[in-house]
């Protein structure tokens, strides 16, 4: 029997490494350490961050950000789009989130509108991939703008 058969069948409680004198403890205590790690590690080529935004969603840069005329239209496109959830000020309604503080004001351009042309998984938020990316980018540079007051 290989080493690797005799570790599993040891694992699932019978084989022969069971009546070696402490190795059961030993197995335990191996096997607790390489358990410990699989919730770090599991699906770490791309670990979710802000809604489950790819680690490349950060890198993509945004093409208007700080210009004042691109904040001006996100802000028109906002009061169509957004504001019916999302509150005019964005200061979120219900259980829906504030835009003017949290996470969108703590991420890169790019997740945010990563965000906004995906949605959510559970669909409570829609995809606005329908929007040309350009005013999916004047919404992210709007967005940018908001900075609530302190509470």
């Avoid at 070696?20 to 919730?39: D, H």
């Amino acid at each position: 029997m290989a080493f690797g058969d005799a570790l599993v069948k040891a694992l699932i409680g019978d084989g022969p490494l069971l009546t070696l004198p402490g190795w059961r403890p030993a197995l335990l205590m191996l096997t607790s350490g390489f358990a410990g790690l699989l919730p770090a590690t599991a699906g770490r080529a791309d670990p979710p961050d802000f809604h489950h935004a790819p680690l490349s969603a950060a890198s993509l840069e945004n093409p208007y950000h700080g210009q004042a005329s691109a904040a001006q239209a996100g802000r028109e496109l906002y009061a169509v789009h957004c504001a019916a959830c999302h509150g005019r000020s964005a200061e979120g309604t219900g259980n829906i989130p504030a835009l003017a503080r949290g996470p969108v004001q703590n991420v890169a351009d790019g997740e945010v509108f990563w965000f906004i042309t995906k949605g959510s998984n559970s669909g409570a938020m829609p995809s606005w991939a329908s929007l040309p990316a350009q005013q999916r980018w004047q919404l992210v540079t709007y967005l940018k703008t908001l900075v609530a007051a302190p509470m």
